[in-house]
């Protein structure tokens, strides 16, 4: 699951709590040259690496997407998202529509969702909360309206007004893209070799019961 959102989205908490919900869905950890938040981990809300490394890994064919924002790179490693694939996890991959674009071309299978605050006057005021100089907040507005646009092209849009109700279309949308028909290709075909063996088996005449008397 591909998720993208304007920066004051709310996007984070949402993604969140789904994992809290969900113990079979991992969150792949992006790469990225800006330096870690208050309150980040590394490892855990990004990969800091140096500039230098990040071009090394982009040379070396490493990232299934890679972006330059404000002059920073941010990327997803192919290596940590197969792993998990290969692991039978399902994934969570937070990407700005740039890189969403390149998952949708490297993997069609993906669920693209994108977040929404729940109008541009409260994305303005939750940017106003991060203490920026005004110069700053207007840029990041701009982008965000830039990404807004994009959302047009994702298979699914929440807007998120209430915490809990984000969280909980967020699963409905996950629960609904668990049974989607071709995921479960192989198994009706199974039903229906089931459906042949059982007619071939009536087909065939039942032994004659030994009578005592014949």
């Not at 920066?7 to 709590?17: D, L, P, Q």
């Not at 870690?36 to 855990?44: C, D, M, Q, Y």
């Not at 298979?155 to 893209?177: C, G, P, W």
Request: aromatic share 10%.
């Amino acid at each position: 699951m591909v998720v993208s959102a304007p920066s004051g989205a709310g996007k984070t908490s949402i993604c969140r709590g789904i994992l809290r919900q969900f113990p079979n869905i991992r969150f792949s950890v992006s790469c990225t040259t800006r330096p870690p938040r208050l309150g980040e981990v590394n490892g855990k809300d990004y990969d800091f690496i140096s500039a230098g490394e990040f071009r090394e890994r982009i040379a070396r064919g490493e990232f299934v997407e890679w972006v330059e924002n404000y002059g920073q790179f941010y990327g997803t490693p192919k290596k940590t998202m197969n792993a998990f694939l290969n692991q039978g996890y399902d994934l969570i991959l937070d990407i700005e529509p740039r890189g969403a674009k390149a998952i949708r071309e490297h993997d069609p299978r993906g669920v693209f969702i994108f977040i929404l605050p729940p109008s541009l006057s409260e994305l303005k005021s939750r940017m106003s909360l991060r203490g920026e100089s005004a110069a700053v907040m207007e840029r990041r507005l701009q982008s965000s309206l830039d990404e807004i646009r994009e959302a047009l092209w994702y298979d699914y849009i929440i807007f998120n007004e209430k915490l809990e109700e984000a969280v909980d279309q967020f699963r409905s949308v996950y629960i609904a893209e668990k049974s989607r028909r071709d995921l479960f290709t192989e198994r009706i075909e199974a039903f229906f070799k089931d459906e042949l063996c059982l007619t071939a088996s009536d087909k065939v005449p039942q032994a004659r019961r030994a009578n005592p008397e014949e």
